[in-house]
């Protein structure tokens, strides 16, 4: 892996914060705009390729089939991925053709974002990207911003490229994408004085996990596997794990079929972690928002393992009444037992 090249694109992408935000945004909100543009990018990029098809796509069913709404399994065949986006527009058309009107890019952006299924809507949603798009439309900073993010000088795409001078641009890769993501994250924690374990746990550390879960049953797979987390974050734990398995230069290389399933409360990582599962081809479905302690959404599921790095020395009162509710047989924890958790006894 090279980091340098993952190096040049952090640089790149937190430069844009500087040139295009400083005044628009306070520093310390710089990431509610570059993460998700980030996102919204390298998702445009993936459907490039596959633009043509799902445009003709959805001329087949309007006028041929005359499907009075789309089908998105058609669309997500066309696309080749499980998300897909039914607009004209990409991110590049939006900035090669936007005028001077403001107001008709901030429509024209919307009506892209608008075009796209319903789990990347979900994303767009939890990232608050409409806010954020109107705020920099406002502030006559969209296409500054646009500009940017589709400029020819970086490569966010899977296949390698060149760049206006004829200088070769190596391809991001998915496990790149997840190397530059967190790098943006921890530079962003550090602006704002915040832990970076409150995010992601480290690749190192969730390295040494994957040996000690998987090495001594490596022999004794199942053909499906199913993976929990259930303070999932941005994903880091689950799609390690599927790679340490699945790696045909790894050490396991199995054959099993790895279905990952985790849950997240922070919208934010949330988002990250559920596109992190769209764009290596996971089901986004099997990421779920909320507390874990608060409700279970994977209810008669059973799972093979589960790796997770919970939230310590966070409080679990919020979570107490739905644990406690309807469980009168249980007495209150004891008073050990209770500040290990975080929650007076």
């Known amino acids: ?20 935000l400083r005044d628009v945004y306070v520093r310390g909100k710089y990431r509610d705009v570059i993460l998700p543009m980030f996102v919204l990018r390298r998702l445009d990029c993936l459907l490039e390729a596959s633009k043509a098809a799902v445009m003709e796509e959805v001329r087949f069913q309007r006028e041929d089939a005359g499907l009075g709404e789309l089908d998105p399994t058609g669309l997500r065949e ?20 936007a005028s001077n009107n403001r107001q008709i890019l901030e429509a024209n952006f919307n009506a892209y974002l608008t075009a796209f299924d319903e789990d990347v809507k979900e994303i767009i949603e939890k990232f608050r990207l409409r806010q954020q798009v109107h705020h920099m439309a406002q502030k006559d900073v969209l296409l500054d911003v646009l500009e ?3 400029s020819p000088t970086i490569n966010l795409t899977p296949n390698e490229a060149t760049d206006p001078d004829g200088r070769r641009l190596p391809p991001l890769t998915n496990l790149g994408m997840g190397y530059v993501f967190e790098e943006l994250i921890r530079k962003f924690n550090e602006e704002n004085n915040e832990e970076a374990g409150e995010h992601f746990t480290p690749r190192e550390v969730i390295d040494l996990m994957t040996h000690i879960v998987f090495m ?13 987390d259930g303070a999932c974050g941005s994903g880091g734990m689950l799609t390690e794990s599927q790679n340490f398995i699945t790696d045909p230069e790894g050490q396991i290389r199995s054959r099993a079929e790895v ?23 996971n089901n986004p479905e099997h990421i779920k928002d909320g507390s874990t302690l608060a409700s279970d959404d994977f209810a008669g599921l059973r799972f093979d393992v589960m790796l997770s790095n ?13 644990i406690m509710d309807g469980k009168d047989v249980l007495d209150p924890l004891p008073g050990e037992a209770a500040r290990l958790l975080g929650c007076d006894a």
């Not at 892996?1 to 790149?12: G, Q, W, Y």
């Not at 066309?78 to 053709?97: E, H, I, K, M, P």
């Not at 001594?216 to 929990?228: A, E, G, H, S, T």
């Not at 409360?265 to 599962?277: L, P």
């Open 1 to 20: 892996m090279d980091f340098s090249v993952h190096n040049k694109l952090v640089s790149f992408i937190w430069s844009i914060a500087d040139d295009c």
């Open 310 to 322: 919970p939230p310590y020395g966070k409080s679990w009162k919020s979570d107490q009444r739905h």
């Open 78 to 97: 066309a696309s080749g991925y499980v998300f897909y986006n039914t607009s004209d527009f990409t991110l590049t058309r939006l900035a090669q053709t």
């Open 259 to 281: 279905m990952l399933y985790g849950k997240e409360i922070n919208d934010e990582t949330y988002a990250i972690c559920k596109s992190d599962m769209m764009i290596k081809g």
């Open 148 to 150: 940017k993010f589709t």
């Open 216 to 228: 001594p049953i490596k022999d004794r797979l199942p053909p499906v596997l199913l993976i929990y």
